[in-house]
């Protein structure tokens, strides 16, 4: 898995000052009322069977987006999380499957997708890494009637 930052807008900040992704990895998740623009790129699954270091992998992780890694639900399936965002999502390369407490949507290139706090994570059940780019919008925290993912 790897997730890179793009471009962040932050409050107090005006809009073409991007925040330098590198020196500032407090805002992978971005607060009520600022903006995250990311890349993620998701290994096939095969690549998390043998000699796969799980410790290591989160500890790497954690440095390059240490909120949102406090957000996995350690009980649930392995990289389970809900953000307080709004998430416009499109998948670039690749097939990866969104992962729902109830369901599974299994995603093609040019696919569209927003998500609006559900909980979810990714998975890639095909043979080439999966690429998406997901634009998160913060918003205050949701109430459970108006979280879902819509695709």
């Known amino acids: 898995l790897r997730s890179s930052m793009l471009w962040s807008v932050q ?5 073409y000052v991007s925040v330098d992704p590198v020196a500032d990895r407090d805002h992978d998740i971005p607060a009520a009322g600022e903006v995250t ?7 096939p699954d095969a690549v998390y069977v ?15 987006s240490p909120r949102l890694c406090a957000l996995f639900n350690q009980d649930a399936v392995p ?15 690749g097939t990866p499957l ?7 949507v299994l995603l093609k290139p040019g696919d569209t997708l927003v998500q609006n706090g559900a909980r979810h994570a990714w998975r890639n059940p095909g043979t080439v890494s999966a690429s998406i780019v997901i634009v998160m ?3 205050p925290v949701h109430s459970e009637d108006d979280t879902g993912s819509h695709a």
Do not use: K, M, R, W
């Open 98 to 104: 969104l992962v729902l407490d109830d369901s599974e």
């Open 79 to 93: 990289g389970f999380h809900a953000t307080p965002t709004t998430d416009y999502i499109v998948v670039i390369a």
């Open 37 to 43: 623009f990311l890349s993620l790129e998701l290994p």
């Open 50 to 64: 043998d000699g796969f270091d799980a410790g290591a992998a989160d500890v790497e992780q954690s440095l390059v």
């Open 137 to 139: 919008v913060g918003n």
């Open 11 to 15: 409050l107090g900040q005006p809009p």
